[in-house]
């Protein structure tokens, strides 16, 4: 069965520093990879989205993710946090027709 | 375009009431879900619809009932609800498969 896994329950990143969120999968077939985030209160936005080509992908607000099949992983990045930054990141897989399987969540803080 | 809607966004239920989250998308999308989000456990697919006429279960569908009626709407029915069943619910479409998924604003139900 698809799964998901992200490591860490909650990470805190001084306000301009490196991130990265981690995202380890299993899935049969080549997957459907996306990363999305929720505001507190809020519904969820799509951050990227990895189907095919090129593994290192561009998303909104300065993210990347890389797609490493060998580690199962698609670790999500961004060089330099901002305060607004700070939020739920949910790693998903496709899992097959329209159905996606989510991790469990890593809540952002950002401290200033 | 409104996107995808969701009504009510709170709503407070006594065991074993019933009830109807709705649901609506503008965007003639074909596929539609309905998820769960529970602190630490992210979002799980209760229901999902291909079209219209077409649906199946997700991953926890007990207690739940979908019908599709129309491309637009995908009402969730709960029939007979349990205080396992306060959660936040989202409602999402996506154009096809494999295709992103856009989320609704959420219902936060609580049932005592």
């Known amino acids: 069965a698809q799964s998901v896994t992200q490591p860490d329950i909650h990470i805190t990143v001084s306000e301009g520093a490196s991130l990265e969120l981690r995202c380890n999968y299993s899935?049969?077939?080549?997957?459907?990879l996306f990363w999305y985030v929720q505001s507190p209160g809020q519904g969820l936005q799509l951050l990227l989205k990895?189907?095919?080509?090129?593994?290192l992908v561009q998303g909104i607000k300065g993210f990347e993710a890389e797609f490493k099949r060998s580690q199962s992983s698609f670790n999500l990045r961004k060089p330099s946090v901002h305060w607004s930054d700070a939020a739920e990141y949910f790693c998903?897989?496709?899992?097959?027709?329209?159905?996606?399987?989510f991790g469990a969540g890593t809540i952002l803080r950002v401290k200033s | 375009n409104a996107g995808v809607t969701q009504t009510p966004k709170f709503q407070v239920l006594k065991t074993g009431q019933s009830m109807t989250l709705q649901c609506a998308q503008d965007m003639n999308h074909e596929y539609m879900s309905w998820y769960r989000q529970d602190p630490g456990m992210g979002l799980r697919l209760i229901h999902y619809s291909v079209g219209a006429g077409i649906t199946d279960q997700g991953e926890v569908p007990n207690g739940y009932n979908v019908s599709r009626s129309t491309t637009e709407d995908f009402p969730l029915r709960l029939l007979s609800a349990a205080p396992s069943q306060t959660s936040v619910y989202f409602c999402a479409s996506s154009r096809d498969r494999g295709h992103e998924q856009y989320f609704g604003p959420g219902t936060r139900l609580t049932v005592t």
């Open positions: 899935y049969g077939a080549t997957p459907y």
């Open positions: 990895y189907f095919s080509g090129d593994t």
């Open positions: 998903a897989v496709g899992a097959g027709g329209n159905k996606l399987v």
